[in-house]
């Protein structure tokens, strides 16, 4: 399966300001997706990021909130902005591995929002 | 729409014994693949095994083993030989066939403690 870092690993912010997560895979992967898990809760998808086009955005998520670039087939960042509160949360990336049908997660972001 | 259910929030096991976590699916399709993944304290998601709907054989990854009841729907998690580094939390998930990624679901997930 491909290696998955993420950066950071835990940060506090302030409430109002921005945080960007950084997402490299060792290998080149076409689709990568980003995750929130809130305390105690599972798994919700934010977006889906393609190489070469706008990100996917899920039901309750949107670009002013959590802008996405996908650079290259290797490399993803997800910034989430104006933060509160509610936006403390694990966030995760995910790669997809075509051979196996299924999805890799990097160690993802523990973000405390104060 | 597809949804997961684990209808046991937490559960614990003697170090050594066996262990077995539910897990239900509700779906109209035909085609699609299960999934259990772990995540222990480091917060990182790590798939344990997966089960192609189309396959009538249960999937076996080691000391991990599932019972796939397709007409049930239901997909649980057996653990054998429990051990100390098996203490996470487990989540159920459903992929539909096709498109990737946007097609997980995945279950509120179990937390599973290890006696020693």
């Known amino acids: 399966s491909a290696v998955i870092s993420q950066k950071p690993s835990r940060d506090i912010c302030q409430r109002g300001t921005s945080l960007t997560i950084q997402c490299q895979v060792d290998?080149?992967?076409?689709?990568m997706f980003w995750y929130r898990q809130q305390p105690g809760q599972s798994l919700t998808l934010i977006a889906t990021?393609?190489?070469?086009?706008?990100?996917?955005?899920e039901s309750g998520f949107v670009i002013d909130k959590f802008p996405i670039s996908r650079p290259n087939l290797t490399f993803s960042t997800l910034t989430v902005s104006n933060m509160s509160p509610e936006d403390s949360s694990i966030y995760l990336c995910?790669?997809?591995?075509?051979?196996?049908?299924?999805?890799?997660f990097g160690e993802g972001s523990w973000l405390t929002v104060v | 729409a597809q949804t997961v259910t684990q209808s046991q929030p937490e559960m614990s096991v003697q170090e050594a014994e066996t262990v077995t976590l539910s897990c239900t699916y509700d779906t109209s399709e035909s085609d699609y693949y299960l999934f259990w993944y772990k995540q222990p304290p480091s917060r990182q998601m790590i798939l344990v095994i997966r089960q192609e709907a189309y396959k009538q054989q249960n999937a076996t990854e080691n000391r991990f083993s599932v019972n796939f009841q397709k007409a049930a729907k239901s997909f649980s998690l057996k653990i054998s030989d429990s051990q100390l580094g098996d203490a996470a939390m487990y989540f159920c998930?459903?992929?539909?066939?096709?498109?990737?990624?946007?097609?997980?679901?995945f279950g509120p997930g179990t937390r599973l403690s290890v006696l020693p």
């Open positions: 998930a459903y992929r539909s066939s096709g498109n990737y990624g946007q097609n997980f679901v």
């Open positions: 995910s790669v997809e591995d075509p051979y196996r049908d299924t999805i890799y």
């Open positions: 990021a393609n190489q070469g086009s706008e990100a996917t955005y």
């Open positions: 290998s080149q992967v076409t689709m």
